[in-house]
């Protein structure tokens, strides 16, 4: 099993739809969670930090449930720009350095 | 400004030609991180380093060494390259040191190589 998992999609979406796109963990010790957001070709970008009560970013929402161990990214009001791919990215705590384990991604598209 | 730099961008090279990709940040982190990143695989850590000349394996080393004699650097160096070491790779750093759980890596722009 995958220390974290993401559906690749493609999501195809129209402009102004609500998109959700889940991940799973699998190291229940893990304490740390962000979701990166990474442009074709370009380096990944912090999109947001995910706390253990949810927090919003604007249009942006982030979940996290350690009882089945996952964390969500709920984009609303979808803008052309947000076409990217989303990166989830969970800690390993059993490492010496802590090491930030990436997802494989999640392809978003929003369509005119 | 706050920032990650790798150089070169861009890097053609052929089988066994030593290279190193370069990379320095200007935020004072003792967090430094090398990834790869592959089509359907992810970005995969190649080594770490969290403070001045202590460097760790991540999950793909083969093949490449790296040093962290100054604080700010921390070269990538492929000995002698091959073809399967062709990918788009990272440079990273955090604030992150031992249990400092919470503190993102800041990324560089990336260098495309590509082993012929």
């Known amino acids: 099993r995958k220390e974290v998992e993401q559906d690749p999609g493609p999501f195809n979406v129209p402009e102004g739809a609500t998109v959700a796109f889940n991940c799973t963990y699998s190291?229940?010790?893990?304490?740390?969670f962000f979701w990166y957001r990474q442009d074709c070709r370009k380096e990944p970008k912090l999109l947001m930090s995910?706390?253990?009560s949810g927090n919003e970013d604007g249009r942006f929402t982030a979940q996290l449930n350690r009882a089945s161990q996952y964390i969500s990214l709920l984009i609303r009001d979808s803008k052309l720009s947000d076409s990217a791919t989303y990166l989830c990215?969970?800690?390993?705590?059993?490492?010496?350095?802590?090491?930030?384990?990436f997802g494989a991604g999640t392809i978003l598209r929003v369509k005119s | 400004e706050a920032q990650v730099t790798q150089n070169p961008r861009y890097l053609i090279t052929v089988t066994g030609k030593k290279l190193t990709v370069t990379c320095s940040q200007n935020?004072?982190?003792?967090?430094m991180s090398w990834y790869r990143q592959d089509p359907g695989l992810g970005l995969r850590q190649i080594y770490y380093?969290?403070?001045?000349?202590?460097?760790d394996k991540g999950d793909v080393p083969e093949g490449y060494k790296v040093s962290r004699k100054e604080k700010r650097n921390f070269p990538l160096i492929l000995e002698s390259p091959s073809p399967n070491q062709t990918s788009l790779y990272f440079c990273?750093?955090?604030?992150?040191?031992?249990?400092?759980?919470?503190?993102?890596?800041?990324f560089g722009n990336g260098t495309r190589l590509t082993v012929t």
């Open positions: 990215v969970v800690n390993d705590p059993l490492t010496r350095g802590n090491k930030l384990v």
């Open positions: 995910v706390y253990s």
């Open positions: 935020m004072n982190h003792e967090y």
């Open positions: 380093s969290m403070n001045v000349e202590v460097t």
């Open positions: 990273a750093s955090s604030s992150r040191t031992g249990r400092s759980y919470n503190s993102p890596l800041h």
């Open positions: 190291n229940s010790a893990s304490q740390s």
